[in-house]
């Protein structure tokens, strides 16, 4: 079975089929998406396509050409149709990126990181707290605000926060990354778990003696930084309005302008985890994870490059925490649980620790498998539960299936059975980790 | 004056003393080696030098300054580099990339350097993999670079230890046990490349060996170390001849017996 799928793949890798395929399943797929906004296997195909434009053998301007396409007229045009695909989009981006920070960490330095969503909750609040009406609330108590409170900067500041929020968060790294130094594996999680709840409870508990995060009920409303001025907006909305079949509203405008922000970030999130990785730093990283003894005896100072290992690592998140901040325009500590740094860690080691490409199809087909599969599995299940259907042979009726049965409810399960599953038959991840081949001068002589 | 003067160092572990009061010189650009039985504290005084251990007592100059104190990663830096035992490589990183890690003080790149792919950056990785590549193949190594370091067989994964020793352009090469594990010929091959390194390179080798063969043929001058100390020093000729190593090599009955 297996020979036969790799001989069907070389196959379909050869001469000018994989075009065909790649063509194919983006025609099929966006087809399909424009037709039934709302089916999941159209838009599974539609994400097919980047996932064969990775892995077919297609001339490199090519595969750039429909990967543009894809991203910059396809994916928005179908997205404002339906504006849940781009929230889709969206939450693969902010995770892809977050998964490429803790890679960082974890897959190529070896610091096993459990508390990792701390640095996402540093760059969420620091955005959330000067781009919200926060600061003129530090003296009242929370729920309480009082009318006329005023914005503290201008939202045109976002862009300044997403470069603070980098920074802060690897300044946040480093904070963390000292004391821990001394500490391999086990230990090291314990103390990074602890410091993510740590993080957490600070955002929980800091309404007092000042409001800094408002508590348990969290920061809103935070701004959004400006949509490009009407000369622009104005040619695009006309340009759209037939195409999308009504006049795109500012709210799908603002899921476009995240979706692109996003991508841009990811993007750059993964130029610098690519340049990193093929460096004399990224090698130190990974000898440091090889043996730490046989590394820092060659010369490679460990303090130095394992604060560094932190400190890049949290700025992915950092990043990102301030681009969701503007995206919710709310943030509260719950989104910052313990759970979130083990969904990052399942989508690191379901695509492949140390795996660039790896983490990003691992990030996209967990935040997929959450926000879609299983929600639409739970649509299906109460469906059933509403009909007069029966399961033959055991004759048991689906309406007395316990409501308790929802499978969205299940995400720890399934974060739960990847691991394992993944631990057991997979341990370097669909796609595992290779190191860069270099041209061998010695054959051509 | 010495390259490498040891006075006095002690290292305890709790109520042992592993390395006992060792003063012990390395001459430039000679073949040391220090040899004894199992559990002799060879290794411990190796990292001790080395900076993985830290003497409770003593003193170490390399080149006249004192190593005490200093982490390994600053030893390796003033030129001292070494080889393991139980060989440690970076098992699933490419045998170039290996040799690389061990330049990893003579390469200059910044984190700017390296996230924008400045000139300096690619010329300097360019320079870098040829002098991998180099060194590679005078350890006797070829068509391997792209190999994971972990497929290698037991001799090849020896010498790119050594190639990645040396690629920190060390003055003094220590060598834990370098052909522990070899076969005659693997043996006679190693001796050969020591031999070279020291003649072509220049590099001073200070080698701690188990295998007597090994130890008589390539050593200028053998330091002999027994329960953490340091009980005899010479040439080959007169170590053999010596009745303490004899002694703590056969046991004291063997060794009366055979007189």
């Known amino acids: ?301 460990l303090v130095k490059m394992k604060l560094a290992a932190f400190a890049a690592g949290a700025s992915f998140a950092g990043g990102m925490g301030v681009l969701y901040a503007a995206n919710r325009t709310f943030v509260s500590p719950e989104t910052f649980s313990f759970l979130q740094s083990i969904g990052v860690l399942t989508m690191v080691i379901l695509g492949g620790l140390g795996s660039i490409p790896g983490v990003i199809f691992g990030a996209s087909a967990v935040v997929i498998l959450n926000i879609q599969v299983l929600q639409n599995f739970s649509l299906y299940l109460s469906a059933l539960r509403q009909s007069d259907a029966v399961i033959p042979i055991i004759n048991f009726e689906w309406k007395n299936l316990s409501n308790q049965l929802d499978p969205a409810k299940y995400q720890k399960l399934v974060f739960g059975i990847i691991l394992v599953v993944m631990m057991i038959f997979r341990p370097s991840g669909l796609i595992p980790a290779e190191r860069r081949k270099r041209e061998l001068v010695e054959d051509k002589e | 004056m010495a390259l490498l003067q040891t006075t006095n160092v002690v290292k305890r572990f709790g109520g042992l003393v592993a390395v006992n009061k060792i003063t012990f010189s390395v001459d430039e650009g000679r073949i040391v080696s220090i040899i004894g039985p199992n559990g002799a504290g060879k290794t411990t005084f190796f990292n001790s030098l080395t900076g993985i251990y830290r003497p409770e007592e003593g003193e170490i100059l390399f080149k006249g300054n004192s190593l005490i104190g200093l982490r390994p990663d600053q030893v390796s830096a ?53 002098k991998a590549r180099a060194l590679m193949e005078y350890v006797g190594l070829k068509n391997v670079g792209n190999e994971l370091a972990r497929n290698l067989p037991y001799g090849g994964q020896r010498r790119i230890e050594i190639a990645r020793a040396l690629a920190a352009n060390p003055t003094l090469l220590l060598l834990d046990e370098p052909t522990a594990g070899m076969n005659p010929n693997e043996t006679a091959d190693a001796i050969k490349l020591f031999r070279r390194i020291r003649d072509e390179k220049g590099v001073t080798i200070l080698l701690i060996e188990h295998d007597m063969r090994v130890v008589m043929g390539i050593s200028e001058h053998i330091s002999v170390m027994d329960y953490g100390e340091k009980i005899a020093e010479g040439s080959p000729a007169e170590i053999r001849k010596n009745q303490r190593v004899i002694e703590a090599y056969l046991g004291r009955e063997a060794a009366s017996a055979k007189d």
């Open chain 1, 1 to 301: 079975m297996k020979t036969f799928f790799t001989e069907l793949f070389k196959k379909a890798n050869t001469g000018f089929w994989p075009i065909v395929i790649v063509l194919g399943i983006l025609i099929v797929g966006s087809i399909g998406v424009y037709q039934s906004p709302r089916s999941l296997s159209a838009f599974l195909t539609l994400m097919l396509c980047p996932m064969m434009l990775y892995f077919l053998k297609i001339n490199m301007k090519v595969k750039i050409f429909i990967g543009l396409l894809l991203i910059i007229v396809i994916l928005p045009v179908l997205g404002i149709r339906n504006i849940f695909y781009l929230e889709v989009i969206f939450q693969m981006a902010v995770f892809a990126a977050l998964a490429l920070g803790l890679n960082i960490v974890i897959g190529m330095a070896g610091l096993l990181d459990l508390g990792y969503v701390a640095f996402y909750a540093v760059g969420a609040y620091a955005w959330a707290i000067f781009g919200s009406k926060q600061l003129s609330l530090l003296n009242s108590v929370p729920g309480a605000a009082p009318a006329g409170a005023e914005f503290s900067l201008a939202p045109t500041y976002f862009w300044l926060f997403l470069f603070l929020g980098v920074g802060l968060a690897a300044i946040t790294g480093i904070l963390l990354g000292l004391p821990v130094l001394r500490l391999r594996g086990d230990y090291l999680a314990i103390v990074t778990l602890g410091f993510g709840e740590v993080i957490r409870v600070l955002a929980l508990n800091l309404d007092k003696p000042i409001n800094l995060t408002n508590g348990p009920q969290g920061i809103t409303p935070i701004q959004r930084p400006p949509l490009p001025p009407e000369f622009i907006m104005g040619p695009i909305r006309n340009l759209l309005t037939p195409i999308v079949g009504h006049v795109p509203t500012e709210a799908e405008f603002y899921n476009v302008f995240f979706y692109f922000l996003a991508l841009i970030i990811i993007m750059i999130a993964i130029l610098v985890a690519t340049r990193l990785e093929d460096s004399r730093i990224g090698r130190a990283w990974t000898a440091i994870r090889e043996d730490e003894t046989a590394a820092i005896a060659m010369g490679i100072p």
């Open chain 2, 78 to 130: 003033r030129g001292m580099s070494r080889t393991f035992q139980n060989i440690r490589l970076f098992g699933s990183m490419t045998v170039i990339e290996n040799i690389l890690v061990g330049m990893h003080n003579q390469l200059h790149q910044s984190a700017i350097d390296t996230l924008f792919r400045s000139k300096k950056f690619h010329e300097e990785e360019k320079e870098a993999e040829a």
